[in-house]
C-alpha cells in the first residue's frame, strides 16, 4: 500500500526567498494496481478536507475515483496535496448509505424517496399550519457547496421564514466572521495566502497549522528553509511541529489567550510600535484601546498564562520590529471565552502598525471546514444573504426584491438563532422540526450526554442528510442519503476567498442525491412560492443556483458576479471580490485602508465585546467610523470553568493530522485510520509521573459532565493541561467531557477549556494508539514501559 505521505507529511522542501514565486511541487496518489495509463479522465476539482482548497483533478476509470493529482497551476498549493487530500476519497467508496431511512417500530429501514420525503414534508407542513415557521430549524454544515447553501438559505429565510438556521460553522468560524464585523464592519479575509511568500514575520495563534492546513504549512516551511526565513512565533500550550519551529513558543495556559494579546497590545502602545499617522486615519476608539489595555502588563499577563513576562515583551518586540508581518488565529483562539476579544486584538496589531492590505501584511482568521466561508457569505448562519444586516431595512428589502417575497417573511426582528440555542430549542420542543445536514453533533457537539438526549426525544422530528449512517443517524426519525465530494458539481471557498469549482466526476452510490436535490425536492413537494406564485427557489440545477447567488451578491463587498463556471474552469481558483472592478479576481482587501464601516456597507453595528449587548443603530451612527476600522476589545476575566480541587487539571482537545473530524470518511481511508486508530489522551510528564501513569496506561478523565477511558500518551503538552483529540466518539468521545459554554459575541462554544481529574486505571498493552509524527508525539523516543 502507498503511503509515504503518511510519515513523510509535508513532502520534500522547495525552499525560496521572500518575493519569490512559491515552487510547484506535483502530488499524486493512484490506488493499488493502477498507473497513469489505465487513468480514462482527469476531472477539475478541489480538496474538500479542510478549509486549504487545494487544488486537484480527480482520476477516474471505469465510472470510479481511482485516484487524485494535485494541480500545479492552482494558486492555493502549486500542486502539492497532503495526507487527507492524497488518502482520504478511498473513503468515499465503503459502507454508504444508498437507500432513504425511517423509523418503524423503534428501528430504521429503508424505503424510497418517495416515502421518506413524504414523510419529511407531511411532518413539516403539520408544524408549520399549526405553530408556524418557528417550529423549523435547519441546522448544517461547513462542507457542502456554496450552491447548495444558497438555496437551504432561500428556502428556510425567504420561504418558510424561520431564524433558527445555523450550522457546526458555529464551532469552527463563527469568531472569524464576528471579528471580522466587529473590526472592519462586515466578514471577508483581508490577507492572501501569497502574503506567506513575502513576510518577515510570522504569528500563529492558536493554530496547529502543521496538521490541519498541512500544505499550507509546506509553504510557511519551504520560506523557513529559505536563506531569509521569517521570525515565527507560536501561541499553544502544546509543543506542535509549529511550536518546534518557532522563532519563541509562548505555550501559555489554555483559556487565558485574552491577557495576552492585551499585553502584547500594551506593549505595543507603551514600546511606540505605534504606526500613529495610520492609526489617526483609518481606525476610530484607539482612546479605549489605549485604557483597557493600560493595566495589561507583561508581568500581569504572564502570571495569568504561565509564561515568562520576558517572552511576552520579545514577541512584541518581534510583532514591532517586522515590516511584512502574516497573523493567522485558529480554533485555539476561538473555542474559547472571549474568543470574539481576543481575535479582535489580532485585527487590531495589525491596524496599530498599518500593517494590512500589502504583500506580506495579513490578517488570516482562519475557517476549518472548505466551505464554512460560504455558509458564512449566503446566509445558511449568522447573517443575511450576501452578509446583509439584518438591522438595516434597506438590506431587508434588497433581498425581498431579489427573491419576490414579502420582506416580512425575511427574519429580520431578532439576530439569527445561534446553533446552541437551536438545539436548547429543541430540548424544549419549540422547535418541533430540526434537519441535520452534513455534520455528526453527536459526535462534535459539547455535553455528549446532553445531546443525546435531546435528539433521542419525542418532543422533536430529527431528519438527517448524511453519507453515511453516523452516531446522529442512528437516533434520527428519517435518514436521506447523501451524494458526496466527487458526485456532484458546486463551487467552495477557501481561507483566502479563492472560489473553486468541484465538477462530478462519477454517480452517487445508490439512491443517494445531492442535498442540493434534495432540498429542492423539498421545497418543491412543501409547495413554496414566491408573491407571484413561482416556484421558491426557481432553479434546478447547481449553475443556475450560482447565477442567482451572483445576483444576490451586487453592490455587496462579497462580490461575486465577474465568476461564472467556465471561467473557473479555465483558470482554477480565482479570489473573490471578482466584479467590473476586478475581473481577475482580488489579492488583497483594504489595500486603500477604506473598512465597509458606513452605514450602508456594514453587515452589523458591533457588539460590546465582553457582554455580548449589541451596539446600537444610533451608537454606531454616533461612534461614526464611517470607511475607518474599529479598535475593539475587552478586559480578561477568567474562563467558565478553571481547575479546582476536585477537577485540578485543564482539558483542552483538538485535531491530528490524519483524521477529519467524527472520522467519518478517514476512517474508511486504510493509510489514514493506521496511522491513527483508536483514541488516547495526552499528559505531561510531570503530571504523569505525579499521578504514576507511565505511556500507555489506561487512565480514566472526569469532568463534570462524565468521563472518558483511553490510553495515555506522555506527550510535550504543557504541565497541568491533558489533550484530547475529539475524533473518536461512542464511549471515548472527548466531548463527553466538554461544557457547554461560549463566548458572548460568536457564541461559539468553549471546546478547549474546562476542568477535569485523572486517575490510572490499568495498565495497558503497549504505548498508546497516538502518532508518533506530530504534536502527539511521546516525550521519550521509544515510549518506555514500566
Ligand atoms: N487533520 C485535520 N485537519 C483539519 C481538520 C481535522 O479534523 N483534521 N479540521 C479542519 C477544521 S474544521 C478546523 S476548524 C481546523 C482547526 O485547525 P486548528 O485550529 O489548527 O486545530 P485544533 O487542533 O482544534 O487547535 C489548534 C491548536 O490550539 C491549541 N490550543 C488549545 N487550547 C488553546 C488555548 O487556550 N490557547 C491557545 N493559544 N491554543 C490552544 C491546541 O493545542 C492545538 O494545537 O482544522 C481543519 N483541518
Ligand atoms: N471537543 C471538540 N469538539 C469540536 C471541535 C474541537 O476542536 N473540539 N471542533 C469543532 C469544529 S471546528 C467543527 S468544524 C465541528 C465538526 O464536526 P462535524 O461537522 O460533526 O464533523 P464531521 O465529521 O465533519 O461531520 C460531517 C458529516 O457530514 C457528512 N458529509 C460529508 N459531506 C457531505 C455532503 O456533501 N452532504 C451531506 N449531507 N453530508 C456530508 C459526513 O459523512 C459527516 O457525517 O466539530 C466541532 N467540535
Ligand atoms: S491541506 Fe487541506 S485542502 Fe490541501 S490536501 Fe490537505 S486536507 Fe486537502
Ligand atoms: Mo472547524
Not at 519563541?248 to 494579546?261: D, E, K, S, V
Not at 493567522?328 to 473555542?335: I, K
Not at 435518514?479 to 467552495?492: D, H, I, Q, R, S
Request: a negative charge; aromatic letters at 8%.
Amino acid at each position: 500500500m502507498n503511503s509515504e505521505r503518511i510519515t513523510d507529511i509535508w513532502g520534500d522542501r522547495t525552499p525560496h526567498t521572500a518575493g519569490s514565486t512559491w515552487p510547484v511541487r506535483v502530488d499524486q496518489f493512484l490506488a493499488d494496481g493502477m498507473t497513469e495509463g489505465d487513468v480514462q479522465k482527469w476531472v477539475r476539482s478541489a480538496c474538500l478536507l479542510c478549509s486549504n482548497g487545494c487544488g486537484l483533478e480527480i482520476a477516474v476509470t471505469d465510472g470510479r475515483i481511482v485516484g487524485v493529482r494535485g494541480r500545479a497551476e492552482d494558486r492555493v498549493n502549486h500542486g502539492r496535496l497532503g495526507p487527507k487530500g492524497l488518502y482520504g476519497w478511498q473513503g468515499e467508496q465503503h459502507e454508504r448509505l444508498t437507500a432513504p431511512l425511517i423509523r418503524a417500530g423503534g428501528r430504521l429501514v429503508e424505503t424510497d424517496w418517495d416515502t421518506a420525503m413524504s414523510r419529511v414534508v407531511e411532518r413539516s407542513r403539520e408544524l408549520l399550519d399549526t405553530r408556524g415557521p418557528l417550529s423549523h430549524g435547519f441546522f448544517t454544515s461547513g462542507q457542502l457547496f456554496t450552491e447548495e447553501y444558497y438555496t437551504l438559505a432561500m428556502i428556510g429565510k425567504g420561504g418558510i421564514g424561520t431564524p433558527h438556521m445555523d450550522g457546526n460553522t458555529r464551532w469552527c468560524t463563527a469568531t472569524a466572521a464576528a471579528a471580522f464585523g466587529e473590526t472592519f464592519g462586515c466578514d471577508g479575509q483581508p490577507g492572501s495566502y501569497t502574503d506567506i511568500d513575502h513576510c518577515d514575520t510570522i504569528f500563529l495563534y492558536g493554530h496547529n497549522v502543521a496538521e490541519t492546513q498541512t500544505v499550507l504549512w509546506a509553504r510557511m516551511l519551504d520560506r523557513l528553509d529559505a536563506a531569509d526565513p521569517p521570525r515565527l512565533v507560536c501561541v499553544d500550550p502544546r509543543r506542535t511541529k509549529v511550536a518546534a519551529r518557532a522563532t519563541l513558543h509562548l505555550p501559555i495556559r489554555n483559556g487565558t489567550n485574552l491577557a495576552l494579546m492585551n499585553a502584547l497590545v500594551h506593549e505595543l502602545i507603551a514600546r511606540g510600535f505605534v504606526d500613529t499617522d495610520y492609526v489617526q486615519a483609518h481606525t476610530i476608539d484607539f482612546d479605549r484601546l489605549e485604557e483597557l489595555t493600560r493595566d495589561a502588563t507583561p508581568r500581569w499577563a504572564a502570571e495569568i498564562c504561565g509564561v515568562p513576562a520576558a517572552d511576552i515583551s520579545a514577541a512584541a518586540e518581534i510583532f514591532g520590529a517586522g515590516d511584512r508581518v502574516v497573523s493567522t488565529c485558529s480554533m485555539g483562539f476561538y473555542q474559547s471565552h472571549q474568543a470574539t476579544a481576543a481575535a479582535c486584538q489580532v485585527n487590531n496589531l495589525h491596524l496599530l502598525r498599518g500593517m494590512l492590505g500589502r504583500p506580506g501584511a495579513g490578517v488570516l482568521q482562519m475557517n476549518g471546514q472548505p466551505s464554512a466561508q460560504n455558509n458564512r457569505e449566503v446566509g445558511c448562519g449568522p447573517a443575511l444573504p450576501g452578509f446583509r444586516n439584518w438591522e438595516n431595512p434597506e438590506h431587508v428589502r434588497e433581498l425581498a426584491d431579489l427573491w419576490n417575497v414579502d420582506p416580512i417573511v425575511i427574519p429580520h426582528w431578532a439576530p439569527p438563532t445561534d446553533g446552541m440555542t437551536m438545539f436548547r430549542y429543541a430540548e424544549q420542543g419549540s422547535i418541533g422540526f430540526l434537519w441535520i445536514s452534513g455534520t455528526n453533533p453527536m459526535v462534535s457537539m459539547p455535553d455528549t450526554a446532553r445531546i443525546r438526549r435531546i435528539l433521542e426525544g419525542e418532543q422533536c422530528f430529527v431528519v438527517v442528510s448524511d453519507g453515511y449512517t453516523t452516531e446522529t443517524t442512528e437516533l434520527a426519525d428519517v435518514v436521506l442519503p447523501a451524494a458526496l465530494w466527487g458526485e456532484k458539481t458546486g463551487t467552495a471557498t477557501n481561507v483566502d476567498r479563492t472560489v473553486h469549482l468541484f465538477d462530478q466526476a462519477v454517480e452517487p452510490p445508490g439512491l443517494a442525491r445531492s442535498d442540493l436535490a434534495i432540498w429542492l425536492d423539498y421545497a418543491h413537494r412543501l409547495g413554496l412560492t414566491d408573491q407571484d406564485g413561482a416556484p421558491l427557489p426557481a432553479w434546478r440545477s447547481p449553475e443556475e443556483a450560482f447565477e442567482e447567488w451572483k445576483r444576490c451578491t451586487v453592490g455587496r463587498p462579497v462580490d461575486y458576479t465577474g465568476l461564472t463556471y467556465e471561467l473557473l474552469r479555465e483558470r482554477g481558483g480565482i479570489q473573490w471580490p471578482c466584479g467590473e472592478q476586478a475581473p481577475d479576481g482580488t489579492e488583497r482587501l483594504y489595500t486603500d485602508a477604506v473598512f465597509p464601516t458606513t452605514f450602508d456597507a456594514c453587515e452589523t453595528f458591533g457588539h460590546d465585546l465582553a457582554t455580548g449587548a449589541g451596539v446600537t443603530e444610533t451608537e454606531f451612527r454616533a461612534a461614526g467610523a464611517n470607511g475607518r476600522a474599529i479598535l475593539r476589545t475587552a478586559a480578561y476575566e477568567s474562563a467558565y470553568e478553571v481547575p479546582d480541587e476536585d477537577y485540578p487539571l485543564r482539558l483542552t482537545t483538538g485535531r491530528t493530522v490524519y483524521h477529519w473530524h467524527t472520522r467519518t470518511k478517514t476512517k474508511r481511508a486504510p493509510q489514514l485510520q493506521q496511522a491513527a486508530p483508536a483514541m488516547w489522551v495526552e499528559l505531561s510528564e510531570p503530571d504523569a509521573a505525579r499521578l504514576d501513569i507511565a505511556e500507555g496506561d489506561i487512565v480514566r478523565v472526569t469532568s463534570r459532565r462524565g468521563s472518558i477511558e483511553a490510553p495515555a500518551r506522555i506527550s510535550h503538552v504543557r504541565k497541568g493541561v491533558v489533550f484530547a483529540p475529539w475524533h473518536y466518539g461512542g464511549d471515548t468521545a472527548a466531548n463527553t467531557l466538554t461544557v457547554s459554554a461560549w463566548d458572548p459575541v460568536s457564541k461559539q462554544p468553549e471546546f478547549k477549556v474546562a476542568a477535569v481529574s485523572v486517575e490510572r486505571v490499568r495498565a495497558g498493552d503497549g504505548p498508546a494508539p497516538a502518532p508518533v509524527t506530530t504534536a502527539s508525539a511521546p516525550v521519550h523516543d521509544t515510549p518506555v514501559r514500566r
